[in-house]
């Protein structure tokens, strides 16, 4: 049961955006959002639209997979969408109470929902491409010129947190689910009941996984020092992060797409 | 005697609130460079406490333990003697830290500061000699108990130590990853020269070694070869060792009159043994 949660939402394939370096795709992402967020008519929405569906053609992940995500915060794109509904200003087409509909309001909405949309598309594409390792090491890299406010140490520990904490997922959903079997065994109803009931019957399961959590993570520091850990300070990186003449073009390609969201805004 | 590790007179104390407790006590002992030593004993004999002592995890509460002529008590030197002295532990996912293989064999040497070049090859050479280098890419997870525990031999082999330390290194594996596992050692053993000190329960993996330490509570019992440690069956069977089969044969043998040499280790020499005694008794 456990076994089917998968962390982090990598699809293995060798399309060019999986082989685009880690921290420009971070970095595109949100240059990206913000000018998706900036185009106001329909002809700039719709060079958004048409650069997010090339992105994920390109990708060659699966749109199932995309629409999964979707799923996922339908009711947040409705809710969203309903609020805006009656924010705007133009003709009224329905009235009841202190609210009104106007054309404005339709307008609005909708480019609302289609933003939000294309904002969950484009940062699964960057999920479903990107390993959570290199994910990691993006941010860490990304990070780095904190150390100039005096951070290193805080941003080589977060990355470390990263690491250690996704090393350790698929570890410790093995050690609940045999935690679970062992209670099972001796009883225990995971099930059935009330949801006060099931809350309370996760209690001898969280209970000996968190001490033996504990225990884990004694020993991973000592194994840790044994292998000369003493923190960021001196540390180098086996593998080194190269910017390729393709990240140059993917750069290129996106840095038009801005462009031409702006200038349509300008232009109509 | 070239000694890579020397302990000498140590004593290590656990305390706890009021009651201290000594887990060594005043404990001496050489390491020989290049030697393949095990240490023997049951649970709560102080052979962990030791091991722990041996690349300076532990300090001694008195007495010092010197690795290549450094002190372990020398803070200025701390990596230094890990560099040294390599240590592996029971339980291999408690010491991978990455979710990558060769990223996580790339753990030690990256904190030594290494070219990112020389990282490379000391990753590959490492993977190579635990005989892993097919798996450089996989996630640890999904490997078995004896395929993880030689990826954190590789992962402290990347550093080049000359000397390794194993805490029980097989009590969780298989029968297939215990053989897997000892059979990587004396080969680093041999190949490369590395000096091995496997602590451990089983008595058959000491079968090869060049000298065997049984320790009971806190101190050396008997130091000597394998075969010569092996034949003392009362002394093993009194700190509550299991003795191999052969020996054990071999012993009930003698105790009834038969004129056999209880130093036959393998089922082998055994054999020989018992057919000769029954030879010169017809």
Redesign the interface.
């Known amino acids: 049961m456990l076994k089917d949660i998968t962390f982090g939402q990598y699809y293995e394939s060798r399309s060019l955006i999986h082989r685009t370096d880690p921290r420009l795709k971070t970095v595109l992402l949100i240059a990206l959002i913000v000018f998706i967020f900036l185009a106001k008519n329909a002809l700039s929405m719709g060079l958004s639209v048409l650069f997010v569906l090339s992105v994920m053609a390109v990708s060659k992940v699966p749109v199932k997979l995309y629409l999964k995500n979707m799923k996922a915060i339908l009711p947040v794109l409705i809710f969203t969408g309903i609020i805006n509904l009656f924010y705007g200003e133009g003709e009224t087409l329905v009235s009841f109470w202190k609210l009104e509909i106007t054309t404005g309001g339709i307008y609005r909405a909708v480019f609302m929902m289609v933003r939000i949309t294309l904002l969950i598309f484009l940062s699964s594409a960057l999920t479903y491409t990107t390993t959570?390792?290199d994910l990691t090491d993006a941010i860490e890299s990304l990070l780095s010129p904190l150390r100039f406010v005096g951070l290193k140490s805080a941003v080589h520990t977060l990355a470390m947190m990263m690491?250690?904490a996704?090393?350790f997922i698929?570890?410790l959903i093995?050690e609940a689910e045999k935690i679970m079997n062992a209670q099972k065994a001796r009883g225990a109803d995971l099930e059935n009941g009330k949801l006060t009931e099931r809350v309370k019957a996760l209690i001898p399961i969280l209970i000996p996984l968190l001490i033996s959590s504990v225990r884990?993570a004694y020993?991973?520091a000592?194994?840790?020092?044994?292998?000369?850990?003493?923190g960021g300070e001196?540390?180098?990186?086996?593998?080194?992060m190269h910017i390729k003449p393709r990240d140059f073009a993917v750069l290129a390609v996106c840095a038009v797409v801005c462009g031409g969201i702006i200038t349509l805004n300008i232009m109509f | 005697m070239d000694s890579i590790i020397s302990v000498r007179n140590v004593t290590y104390e656990y305390r706890e609130e009021e009651t201290v407790y000594a887990a060594v006590k005043d404990l001496s002992l050489e390491i020989e460079r290049g030697s393949f030593t095990v240490i023997l004993g049951h649970n709560g004999s102080g052979k962990s406490t030791l091991a722990k002592m041996l690349n300076g995890l532990n300090k001694p509460t008195s007495g010092d333990v010197l690795v290549d002529g450094i002190n372990t008590k020398d803070e200025s030197t701390e990596i230094e003697v890990k560099r040294k002295v390599g240590m592996v532990f029971q339980n291999p996912d408690n010491q991978i830290i990455a979710s990558i293989v060769e990223e996580d064999v790339a753990f030690g040497p990256e904190n030594l500061g290494l070219e990112p070049s020389e990282i490379r090859r000391r990753v590959d050479n490492a993977l190579k000699a635990v005989d892993m280098y097919d798996f450089r890419e996989s996630t640890p997870h999904r490997l078995s108990g004896g395929q993880k525990q030689r990826i954190a031999i590789a992962g402290i082999m990347a550093m080049e130590p000359e000397c390794l330390v194993l805490d029980e290194p097989t009590a969780m594996l298989d029968p297939k990853g215990r053989a897997e596992i000892i059979s990587t050692l004396h080969r680093l053993n041999s190949d490369k020269g590395i000096t091995i000190v496997l602590i451990t329960h089983y008595m058959e993996e000491a079968e090869n070694a060049d000298r065997v330490i049984v320790m009971n509570d806190g101190k050396i019992i008997a130091d000597n070869v394998p075969k010569v440690i092996f034949s003392d069956v009362k002394t093993l069977k009194s700190v509550g060792l299991d003795v191999p089969q052969t020996a054990e044969l071999l012993y009930s043998l003698k105790e009834n009159g038969f004129p056999v040499d209880t130093h036959a280790l393998s089922v082998k020499e055994a054999a020989a043994e018992i057919i000769k005694a029954m030879r010169s008794e017809e």
């Open positions: 959570p390792n690491t250690i996704l090393r698929p570890t093995e884990r020993e991973l000592e194994a840790m020092e044994c292998r000369c850990y003493n001196g540390r180098t990186r086996m593998k080194q």
